[in-house]
């Protein structure tokens, strides 16, 4: 398999995936609005290890299994969207969010977690990664390299939208931000349970 093809089919195919809403992005977005862009970098290199690990045991493990055990998909979304509910409560339970502190309202493990359980790992492993470069260490050395080239700038986009959503004039775009973040995470466990259970 050609490595350039490899590098451009998963730069397409995740580009469109990681652009989309979902828990880890909010997630960023919450810390970019809270600390900025710059001090979110540390999370996005969390992201992309949360990322690595759950592409890896998908590719490898979980993919294999499901076919012999179809619960195992139904039990990790069911998880995830719990996991995303708590986040979701806790979020949407602030009066504001702020800069002042120097801790991010986003902790390393939180986006770590919600990450694992991102069901966008699936997708990536799934139909993204094409199969072959589950085959050697070095297709999938090269698989993984191009998607975080990928997941870095997505992610610091991610970070900076926050930015902007805290510069805007309006306080009562302030005081709504953690309402319809929490409000975004709580209809991706709703969907995330929906699929699971239909």
Known sequence: MDFINVFLNIASGASLILLLPGPTNTLLMTSGYTCGPARTLPLIATEALGYSIAIS????????????????GTAMKL????YLTF?????????????????SAVSSRSLLTATLLNPKALLFASMVFPREVYGTAE???????????????????????GQV??????????????????????SFSIYLTYSALK
């Open 139 to 161: 297709l999938y050395s090269w698989a993984l390299l191009s998607f975080i080239l990928i997941v870095v700038p997505i992610g610091v986009a991610w970070a900076w939208l």
């Open 165 to 186: 959503v805290r510069t805007a004039p309006s306080h009562a775009m302030q005081r709504w931000v953690p309402k319809l973040i929490g409000l975004s995470l709580l």
């Open 57 to 72: 045991a998908w590719g490898f493990v979980l993919i294999a299994l499901s076919a012999r055990y179809p619960g195992i």
């Open 87 to 103: 986040i979701a409560y806790r979020i949407a339970s602030m009066k504001q969010l702020t800069s002042e502190s120097q801790r």
């Open 79 to 82: 998880l995830c969207a719990a």
